[in-house]
Nanobody, 119 residues
Framework: VQLQASGGGLVQAGESLRLSCAVS????????ADWYRQAPGKQRELVAS???????TYLDSLRGRFTISRDNAKNTVYLQMDSLKAEDTAVYYC??????????????WGKGTQVTVSS
């Protein structure tokens, strides 16, 4: 089982991107998930979280510009990023907790997707 983070790219400041975090290679039901980011030379930081019931939390400085959501039918978590700024440039990672048919309490990280915002 792997988490696939996708949707990154190079955009101009003020534009938007939507990142996706999906499961591949097996059955893994996402219960809760987070998006993190890591900029060059900085520590990884938690950007947003979502529970299975849809409760969301955000890094305070990003509230209002970033929106985390999920589609349980597609077993996919999204991060909508609007009004992007140069300081949002980072590698974005998804982290999900959930279960397979045989095990619960599993935790997976996806490979990062690069977001670059030019000013």
């Amino acid at each position: 089982v792997q988490l696939q983070a996708s949707g990154g790219g190079l955009v101009q400041a003020g534009e938007s991107l939507r990142l996706s975090c999906a499961v591949s290679g097996g059955i893994f039901i996402i219960k809760s998930a987070d998006w993190y980011r890591q900029a060059p030379g900085k520590q990884r930081e938690l950007v947003a979280s979502i529970t299975r019931g849809g409760t969301t939390t955000y890094l305070d400085s990003l509230r209002g510009r970033f929106t985390i959501s999920r589609d349980n039918a597609k077993n996919t978590v999204y991060l909508q990023m609007d009004s992007l700024k140069a300081e949002d440039t980072a590698v974005y990672y998804c982290n999900a907790r959930g279960a397979t048919a045989d095990f619960d309490g599993l935790d997976y990280w996806g490979k990062g997707t690069q977001v670059t915002v030019s000013s």
